[in-house]
């Protein structure tokens, strides 16, 4: 079980989008490492995560996770600024004027984008829709000056289950962390959490 908290604790995810931020990146994470997600809880200033790495460490998962995650929420925020991707086509087409007297060879090389880019390009702008979408919903319900810029802590703890029932110990705690901590009155209904149905696809099965 991986836990990591805010820069002096304070309490950003009391705020929906904020929340929703950081488990867009998490998201994000999973598919791009490929490591198995049992449980997670978001908290007013905190998160644990219920985890299990292939290839990749757990350290280098959550630098990813903490980096990614402060980088978009300061964009939200304002404190960083959202900037549109740069579309593959636009650049092709300046280099390819640049090279106006080339052999027809280079030019129908230019001519080819490699899909890799384009691939690319469309995660970052999907990703850029969906920052600018909870960008604009934050300045809708909020006051920029709301908070301070975003910062998490520069540690993280990791607890290892030792067997099957240590794990389900784990998973409870998890789950069980909004009665807890006092932030909802039934910790089966936080919306925060991996038990909420929106989040299903994410969870993978216990081993």
């Known amino acids: 079980m991986t836990t990591t908290n805010t820069f002096r604790n304070i309490e950003y995810f ?9 488990i867009d990146e998490i998201k994000e994470s999973k598919d791009y490492y ?12 905190h998160f644990h995560m219920l985890i299990r790495s292939n290839d990749e460490s757990i350290s280098n998962i959550m630098k990813s996770i903490k980096k990614n995650s402060s980088q978009n929420i300061n964009r939200i925020l304002s404190h960083n600024q959202l900037s549109v991707p740069e579309n593959p086509h636009s650049r092709d087409n300046k280099d390819s004027h640049s090279q106006d007297n080339k052999d ?10 490699d899909i890799s880019l384009i691939n690319q390009y469309e995660k970052q702008m999907n990703r850029w829709n969906r920052l600018s979408r909870l960008k604009n919903d934050f300045i809708n319900k909020h006051s920029l000056m709301e908070y301070p810029k975003f910062k998490w802590h520069k540690s993280f703890h990791d607890r290892y289950a030792r067997n099957k029932s240590d794990l389900m110990n784990k998973l409870n705690y998890i789950h069980r962390n909004p009665s807890k901590h006092g932030i909802a009155e039934s910790w089966q209904n936080y919306p925060w959490s991996s038990l909420n149905s929106e989040f299903t696809n994410m969870i993978d099965k216990l081993p």
């Open 34 to 45: 490929g490591f198995d997600l049992f449980a997670f809880i978001i908290n007013l200033e």
């Open 104 to 113: 027809s060879h280079s030019r129908d090389n230019k001519d080819s984008i």
């Open 14 to 22: 009391e705020n929906p989008i904020l929340s929703r931020c950081l």
